[in-house]
């Protein structure tokens, strides 16, 4: 997700193969339907809820046990999933239909399906005269909707499905750049700059925003651990992942920590969460995908000799047809969407 730095096509990185140890106000009224309950969620978090017999009106939050992910000894090589986007895109995420949807440069929603085959889904709200399209973030909520970042438009919007569906501008944010949901349905983002200056981690809290953390430089990727205790968050410019402690009301407890930067983590972008707590980083920069696990961070993905992942930039983990054990991520340089194929 990062608008400002799609003029370094040209820059190349050099970067260091390997594993490396741990060092380490607005908004418009917010809908009553993103409190719903979403108390189960998708396996790849380890959030499932399960039932015990604690008292006749008491319900345990006990995640249920997982398998842990094994990465692979040397890097993966991705294989492309479509090049025939016609388009750059950067936000993806799985509908309650299992099917695909990215954000488009174009200012538009694509769908796509486990056969590749695609179709623009709707073209989103028109920005102001002498604004690009860019759009970043995409995540569904627990209403069914699906909510989209329009950096260049300082706004959210929300896109409800249907045979025709509508879009209407959900809050006022400046450089929106990500956006999650947590299983309590509340909604998280990242704002890249503010006021011209450092961005910020926030949420929405009923009608208002609150900001979790501030003075992040470009803040931009998001993810929770799998019991949500942990928000983890990118700071692209130059690129280093951190993380803070979070309570089950949405208060941050203490200060953020680094957990990975170097020449890996350049202009990283956006995280995705694996149901271990393996936090998956797509390095933009690096032309990688990395992963931080167990307090090391590796290379999962590259392609050898060539720097055809540079732009990587949000992922999905396959729902509905398309694969559960594979990771499918953005270019917001090309036109393409690739697979890792993870398990």
Not at 204 to 218: G, K, L, N, T
Not at 259 to 286: E, K, N, P, Y
Not at 312 to 333: C, D, H, K, P, R
Request: glycine residues 12%; proline residues 5%.
């Amino acid at each position: 997700m990062i608008r400002l730095l799609a003029s370094w096509m040209m820059v190349v990185f050099l970067v260091v193969c390997g594993c490396s140890s741990d060092d380490g106000e607005d908004s418009k009224d917010i809908v009553t339907d993103l409190t719903q309950d979403v108390s189960n969620v998708d396996a790849h978090t380890g959030l499932d809820v399960v039932d015990s017999d604690i008292g006749a009106d008491e319900e345990s939050d006990i995640p249920v046990a997982v398998d842990p992910i094994v990465l692979p000894a040397e890097p993966l090589t991705p294989s492309i999933f479509t090049a025939d986007l016609g388009t750059a895109s950067e936000g993806i995420a799985f509908g309650p239909d299992g099917l695909m949807y990215l954000s488009s440069s174009d200012g538009r929603i694509y769908r796509l399906h486990a056969d590749a085959t695609m179709e623009v889904y709707v073209d989103l709200l028109p920005l102001a005269d002498g604004v690009g399209t860019g759009n970043a973030g995409i995540a569904f909520g627990p209403d069914g909707a699906l909510y989209v970042c329009r950096y260049e438009g300082d706004r959210i919007e929300k896109v409800t499905l249907g045979d025709t569906p509508t879009v209407e501008e959900f809050a006022s944010v400046e450089n929106p750049n990500s956006v999650l949901f947590d299983s309590q349905g509340r909604l998280w983002f990242t704002s890249s700059n503010s006021n011209g200056g450092p961005g910020f981690v926030g949420r929405f809290d009923d009608d208002a925003v609150v900001v979790v953390v501030p003075e992040v430089v470009y803040a931009n990727g998001l993810a929770f651990s799998p019991d949500e205790f942990t928000l983890y968050f990118t700071s692209t410019d130059p690129g280093s992942v951190w993380k803070i402690a979070v309570d089950a009301d949405g208060n941050t407890v203490g200060d953020p920590e680094m957990i990975a930067d170097g020449d890996d983590c350049a202009v990283s972008d956006g995280l995705l969460m694996g149901r271990d707590g393996t936090l998956f980083i797509a390095g933009f920069g690096s032309a990688k995908v990395l992963a931080y696990q167990n307090g090391a961070l590796c290379t999962v993905a590259e392609i050898p000799g060539g720097m055809e992942l540079v732009g990587v930039a949000s992922m999905a983990w396959g729902e509905g047809e398309f694969n559960a054990g594979s990771i499918y991520a953005t270019n917001l340089m090309a036109p393409r969407i690739v697979e890792i194929v993870i398990e």
